[in-house]
């Protein structure tokens, strides 16, 4: 007989977990608000509590995101600037290399006046990325693309590449740099680099933007400054790893790069979706639920926890979860009945620090009939009264494989 395979879904909500806080009387802001629906899943699945990385350490969430999806994090990451590149949309593969740009004001000398040249911002950026677009330089492939205001990602592409080069951004208002090689066979990539900053300051010095920048008494952005360069990992694709095709759903653009780079489909978002606080976490998991339709696995992530966290803001963060909670009371009235869910957290972000913290981040596993445990609240410490126990990041993926009906039997 064969046993129909389900569907699965992992809600990260970014930085949800917390540690105790003086001003909730030494309460989580899980603890301290009331989720009948997180609860709900509590009741009825398995819980535990999870190490993402491993115990005591702090992971980011690119590192906590790779991990979740089932890679070695230790392993697999290159730095975070292939998955910025990635985030806007430059999503490269094995062998590419990318860099963090600023749009700056250079004089003459190439001395630099303004490193963000003014904070310049789209449609502007956007009409001088445009002049830059095809270029080849030694063989190699160039590609620009925009960020947010003066922000924009350089990627290389083509054989001899190797990111260990220095940055051409000075860093400060001083000269623009020399991008140096760091080993040998980083020279070619060096050289295009600064063929690179030299043929941006030619194609955008006297462009049309900038000409009614200057007019206007503006920064002009008449140079592109790379920095950060970084190799596109070298990552199996997740749909072929685990053989099930595979979506994010996701606003901030590093998830996106992440999941983009790790082969995942990246769906656009309604512009309601802003992955930020005011984001309509209905409308995302309404999203989440039809991509579900055309894909095996969604992996969908939730910001605001982790930003109310930064903000050491736990009255705010309560909010947030209170947000998540009508997420989650969506998804139980909606959901198919072959669908496995995971509702957990890529790490901690304590409000008491301001920042990520290697506390175990609380997890809840439900499916059709599953073991019923004694958890049946969604907090840090309700979490940890399941039979899941303790487990380390990379072992929720197989988990959720086996509970899918989709894992394969080791031995005979
Ligand atoms: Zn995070
Ligand atoms: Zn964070």
Request: charged residues 25%.
């Amino acid at each position: 007989m064969t046993v129909p395979e389900k569907k699965i879904l992992l809600i990260v909500m970014d930085g949800v977990g917390d540690r105790a806080c003086p001003e909730l009387d030494g309460r989580t802001p899980l603890q301290a608000v009331d989720t009948p629906n997180m609860d709900w899943f509590v009741s009825n699945g398995n819980s535990g509590i999870m190490d993402v990385i491993s115990p005591g350490v702090r992971p980011g969430s690119d590192t906590a995101h790779l991990s979740l999806l089932g890679y070695d994090a230790k392993a697999v990451y290159t730095g975070r600037g292939p998955f910025e590149a990635a985030g806007i949309g430059l999503i490269g593969k094995r062998g590419d290399v990318a860099f963090r740009c600023n749009f700056a004001t250079v004089d003459g000398d190439l001395n630099t006046l303004d490193r963000r040249a003014g904070r310049i911002k789209a449609p502007d950026t956007t009409d001088l990325v445009k002049s830059l677009s095809g270029i080849v330089i030694k063989g190699v492939e160039v590609t620009v693309r925009e960020g947010t205001e003066h922000r924009a990602a350089l990627l290389l592409r083509g054989p001899g590449l190797d990111s260990r080069v220095t940055d051409a951004d000075p860093h400060n208002n001083g000269k623009v740099l020399e991008s140096r090689p760091l080993v040998p066979e980083a020279a070619l990539t060096a050289e295009v680099v600064n063929e690179f900053v030299r043929m941006s300051y030619d194609k955008l010095k006297d462009h049309p933007v900038n000409k009614r920048r200057r007019e206007a008494g503006l920064p002009e952005a008449n140079i592109l400054l790379p920095r950060g360069a970084g190799s596109f990992p070298n990552i199996d694709p997740f749909p072929e790893i685990n053989r099930m095709s595979a979506a994010c759903v996701a606003g901030v653009g590093m998830i996106k790069g992440i999941c983009g780079v790790c082969g995942l489909d990246v769906i656009d978002l309604p512009p309601a979706c802003t992955g930020g606080f005011g984001t309509d976490v209905v409308l995302k998991m309404q999203t989440a639920l039809r991509t579900l339709k055309d894909h095996d696995f969604v992996l969908m992530n939730f910001k605001s926890p982790d930003v109310c966290g930064h903000d050491m803001a736990s009255a705010k963060k309560m909010s947030a979860v209170r947000n998540m909670d009508a997420a989650m009371k969506y998804l139980r009235e909606n959901m198919p009945r072959d669908l496995v869910v995971v509702l957990t957290a890529d790490h901690s972000t304590a409000s008491s620090t301001g920042d990520h913290t290697a506390d175990p981040v609380p997890l809840t596993i439900y499916t059709d009939g599953m073991i019923m445990d004694d958890a049946t609240e969604y907090s840090e410490y309700g979490c940890a009264k399941g039979r899941l126990g303790r487990i380390r990041g990379h072992d929720l993926l197989p988990i959720c494989m086996d509970l899918a009906n989709r894992a394969e039997k080791f031995g005979a």
